[in-house]
């Protein structure tokens, strides 16, 4: 009996204690509705120090101008939209009130010191979820707007914290806050400790905090900033790199079907960029017809979408030898003329069926977003993916052409093509199965670009100059010149678009080609045989 008497007290003990706390936030939530925009802030600082989980909700759709104060009587509702109609939703526990009728409900007006301090509020409410993605989100929305009231609460989340990443984050925005609002010595400490963080919000915060320092703290400043610069100076190098690299993949995957064809045959293919195209419109035709019954098997289309590829750029690439190119062999000019012609004709084919607009190739969520190496160095998920790819296509064609017999009978015709076709190599076969190879390697990069580029009946085109450029400063027919020609003209690219432009830098690379030629004509790794060599 004394058991069920106790547990009724103390039932009636927590049901008056949460009903005299729910009343406390509705007394500190009422205050939201006030005139000035001083009541305001006083009113978000209280909301914020009681540390009531439920306030989040009203703070945060008074941030993004949601909440609302309902005319008819007082009471603070929260706007939201559902199926294109609005409804008022308790600004406190959340209870749906009906739907919003236009004019009966006044807009809580926010400025931008308003803004801010809801930002901080916001973050310091959210310092102590249950939930590490909120912590962290938390922990760096704060860094800009933590005020003096909020170094007790990041001191106290820092110590709590058990995860790393999450006690990085919370312990740069500690010192940042402590910079601002510390004592001395914290400032001091503080600076010394913010060198530890190098990003662009460090810097400009204490390139700002320089100007007001004096004494051991400006030293301090000083040299945390001197060192942040440094470090992301190394690290602008290496984001360099990394897009050269990227690029130079790009431009390998585009090249290097087109080093096959020429080192060969020596045809002046001008229709390469539109096996590229060809690709990358086979990878949205596949992409469209695995979604259509299985709309979440994104990542399976693009993995079809890479055989699908080779084989329509590859046949469509033995069709052009066998019917066009094989009668002009001889014939430079014409056949320079030919395949530009019909680059011009597969652009306007592709243009009649798919239209001129731009058609869309889904990414998927293993390709999207970013790894952050640290504040000043991203590296993209889908230019990861593209290095890898181009990397293995690279290493597939070497093994291809050095160890199979297809490649054996090739480089034979590419080295001595009288002396191939005298022991029984059938050269004809051979140049129609490499324009295969050529263009079903083009269609590979389509692959590649569509996760990067627009899928357009241009999308060749941006490339195709690019393309020869590699392989002329590479060495005709050499897998290996093409791999070094297209990462060289990739990193130097990117080296010099940040001083030059993208389109001055285009030029000076070209100058550049021309210059190495004059001086070696064959390229850098230049092929070797009697027939390459007379």
Same mark, same amino acid.
């Given at each position: ?30 205050? @939201?509705?006030?005139? =000035?925009?001083?009541? /305001?802030? *006083? +009113?978000?600082?209280? &909301? #914020?120090?009681?540390? %009531?989980?439920? !306030? ?122 402590? @910079?601002?609002?510390? =004592?001395?010595?914290? /400032?001091? *400490? +503080?600076?010394?400790? &913010? #060198?530890?963080?190098? %990003?662009?919000? !460090? ?332």
């Amino acid at each position: 009996m004394r058991r069920i008497i106790l547990s009724l007290l103390l039932c009636f003990v927590a049901t008056a204690l949460f009903s005299t706390a729910e009343a406390d936030t509705a007394a500190l939530l009422d205050g @939201l509705k006030a005139k =000035s925009f001083k009541a /305001k802030i *006083a +009113a978000v600082e209280k &909301l #914020a120090a009681s540390g %009531d989980d439920r !306030v989040v909700a009203p703070l945060t759709a008074m941030l993004n101008g949601r909440l609302h104060k309902r005319k008819s009587d007082g009471v603070l509702v929260i706007i939201k939209k559902i199926d294109g109609k609005k409804f008022f939703y308790h600004a406190l526990n959340g209870g749906k009130l009906g739907p919003a009728k236009s004019r009966t409900s006044k807009k809580i007006r926010v400025n931008n010191r308003l803004r801010g301090i809801l930002r901080g509020a916001l973050g310091s409410l959210t310092l102590f979820s249950d939930d590490p993605g909120q912590r962290l989100i938390a922990a760096r929305t704060m860094f800009k707007s933590a005020g003096k009231d909020s170094l007790s609460a990041l001191s106290k989340a820092l110590s709590r914290e058990p995860d790393e990443s999450i006690r990085e984050a919370l312990s740069r925005t500690l010192s940042a806050a402590r @910079l601002r609002h510390g =004592s001395g010595a914290e /400032k001091t *400490a +503080a600076a010394k400790l &913010l #060198a530890d963080f190098p %990003d662009q919000e !460090v810097r400009d915060l204490l390139a700002k905090s320089a100007l007001s320092a004096k004494g051991e703290l400006l030293q301090a400043v000083k040299e945390a900033a001197a060192s942040i610069e440094q470090r992301l100076a190394f690290f602008n190098i290496l984001q360099n790199l990394f897009q050269g690299i990227s690029l130079g993949s790009v431009l390998l995957l585009a090249a290097i079907g087109l080093a096959i064809t020429f080192g060969v045959m020596g045809v002046i293919n001008m229709a390469h960029g539109e096996m590229v195209m060809l690709g990358a419109y086979t990878t949205h035709v596949v992409q469209t017809m695995v979604l259509g019954r299985y709309p979440d098997a994104v990542s399976q289309s693009l993995l079809l979408s890479i055989p699908a590829a080779f084989l329509v750029a590859g046949l469509f690439g033995i069709f052009l030898e066998r019917s066009v190119i094989r009668f002009l062999y001889g014939r430079p000019l014409e056949t320079l003329l030919a395949t530009w012609g019909l680059s011009l004709m597969l652009q306007q084919f592709v243009r009649s069926i798919f239209g001129p607009t731009n058609r869309e190739v889904i990414a998927p969520s293993w390709m999207s977003g970013s790894i952050e190496i640290t504040g000043g160095l991203v590296l993209t998920n889908n230019r990861i993916c593209i290095i890898i790819f181009a990397a293995l296509v690279f290493l597939a064609l070497t093994l291809i052409i050095r160890y199979t017999d297809f490649g054996l009978r090739m480089r034979a015709v590419t080295q001595n093509r009288a002396m191939a076709n005298a022991v029984g190599i059938r050269s004809n076969w051979i140049d129609a199965l490499t324009f295969g190879l050529g263009s079903g390697v083009a269609g590979l990069a389509g692959v590649a670009l569509s996760q990067i580029d627009n899928v357009s009946p241009n999308l060749g085109q941006s490339y195709i100059i690019d393309s020869f450029l590699v392989v002329v400063f590479g060495g005709v027919g050499n897998l290996w010149g093409t791999l070094v020609g297209a990462l060289s003209l990739g990193i130097a690219n990117k080296f010099l678009e940040p001083f030059a432009g993208a389109v001055l830098g285009k030029i000076l690379i070209l100058v550049l080609v021309i210059l190495f030629i004059q001086k070696r004509p064959r390229g850098m790794f230049a092929l070797k045989g009697r027939a390459v060599e007379s």
